[in-house]
């Protein structure tokens, strides 16, 4: 195609129409295609334009350039769409307005190169292998009564369950004999595991498996208890900040919850030594863009090693029952652009993805994800840990 776009018998010379149609079938379908083809045909349009030049001067049919440079900006301009992801890759940030640009798009093209750019960086990081994680449910009671959430205090339909320690170490063992490496410990903020319960379930897994990761994830504790938590031996907590704008937090949680709060948690953890893991609901409601582009940037103010995002997924027993459900394409978006700003950090393709897509899992890993999350907890209470 370059060879073609570059040969013309300057004694027959070219019309204008010519040059257009052969410039638009190579030049912008190159262009939009890969970055080293971009450069190629960079060189590709200046010798174009040299030759025009050439034949302008030896023959008389040719008079002006006009058009034909107008052409080239364009299709110069076409191709520097691209430029904002490459740049996002190369600085591992943009501005506000840009990332804004971004979960708005709706150029399928530019949304594809920035998956395939986010995907190209989590396989340079941690090779084709995507890390699985042991997710254990330890209890659906909860104090709290976040406004999302299906397992909220104040959902009396829900059937309640606590597993016990013993329990909880033969789900360890199952994960276990099945290779898995990471043992999550999730659940509500259940006012019966107190300090020392947890500390001894955590001190028994170390105990047992000195070699695995040991993750907590129980919502807003005080600071001694992350503290013995972590000196019991868990190395890593989960706790998503859901959204960092504290009027749009404090929609989303009741009274005595606050935005404040959990920040002050996740600085705790940060500087006892977790590798601390945070994110947001996408889609939740009263959500703007905005608020998006907020989230992007606490996190890029947190350094967070772990980064769990997922749509908003309404639950019939919840004063959102009524909402629409969050976007896996903007969640898809956002797991692509993270990928690009934190390389090395862990993204889950999270199971609220493959609820609302059937393969939104896959998709969350063609994006940039890292991680699954399998669930080890005993299939009997599975269907009772209903947060969406
Ligand atoms: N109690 C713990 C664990 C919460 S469950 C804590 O507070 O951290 C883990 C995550 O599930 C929450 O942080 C929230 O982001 C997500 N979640 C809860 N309800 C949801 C819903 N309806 N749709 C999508 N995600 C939800």
């Not at 993750?215 to 031996?233: C, K, V």
Request: hydrophobic share 40%.
């Amino acid at each position: 195609m370059l060879v073609n776009h570059l040969y013309f018998d300057i004694s027959r010379g070219i019309s204008f129409v010519d040059y257009a149609t052969i410039f638009l079938l190579t030049n912008i379908k190159l262009f939009r295609e890969k970055p080293p083809l971009r450069a190629m045909n960079f060189i590709a349009i200046l010798c174009t334009n040299l030759i025009l030049i050439v034949q302008m001067k030896c023959i008389d049919s040719i008079k002006s350039p006009t058009w034909g440079i107008f052409f080239n900006i364009f299709c110069i301009f076409v191709g520097m769409k691209y430029d904002v992801i490459d740049r996002l890759r190369r600085e591992r940030s943009l501005t506000d307005v840009e990332l804004r640009e971004l979960l708005l798009s709706a150029d399928t093209e530019l949304i594809a190169y920035l998956k395939e750019q986010a995907r190209e960086v989590a396989v340079g990081v941690f090779g084709r292998e995507i890390k699985s994680r042991g997710l254990i449910e330890i209890s659906n009671y909860c104090r709290n009564n976040c406004l999302y959430c299906g397992i909220r205090a104040g959902n009396a339909d829900v059937e309640r369950y606590r597993l016990s320690a013993e329990e909880i170490w033969e789900c360890c063992e199952q994960g276990d004999l099945l290779g898995f490496q990471t043992f999550v410990l999730q659940g509500g903020e259940d006012v019966r595991h107190t300090t020392e319960w947890v500390e001894m379930v955590v001190k028994e897994i170390r105990r047992r498996w000195p070699e695995k990761a040991i993750t907590l994830s129980l919502g807003e504790r005080p600071d001694e208890d992350y503290q013995r938590w972590f000196d019991a031996g868990a190395d890593r907590y989960l706790l998503r900040h859901e959204t960092a704008n504290a009027e749009h937090y404090g929609r989303l949680h009741p009274e005595g919850m606050s935005y404040e709060n959990r920040v002050r948690c996740l600085q705790t953890l940060k500087r006892i030594g977790y590798e601390t893991g945070t994110g947001m609901m996408v889609g939740s409601p009263y959500q703007t863009v905005d608020d998006l582009v907020g989230d992007l940037r606490f996190i890029e103010q947190l350094q967070p090693q772990m980064i769990g995002i997922g749509p908003f997924v309404s639950h019939r027993d919840t004063p959102f029952a009524e909402c629409e459900n969050g976007s896996v394409e903007t969640t898809l978006r956002l797991i692509a652009i993270l990928r690009l700003m934190h390389p090395e950090a862990n993204i889950p393709a999270t199971t609220s993805l493959g609820t609302l897509a059937t393969d939104g899992r896959e998709q969350g890993i063609m994006a940039g994800a890292n991680v699954v999350m399998p669930n080890l907890s005993p299939v009997s209470q599975r269907k009772k840990y209903a947060l969406y």
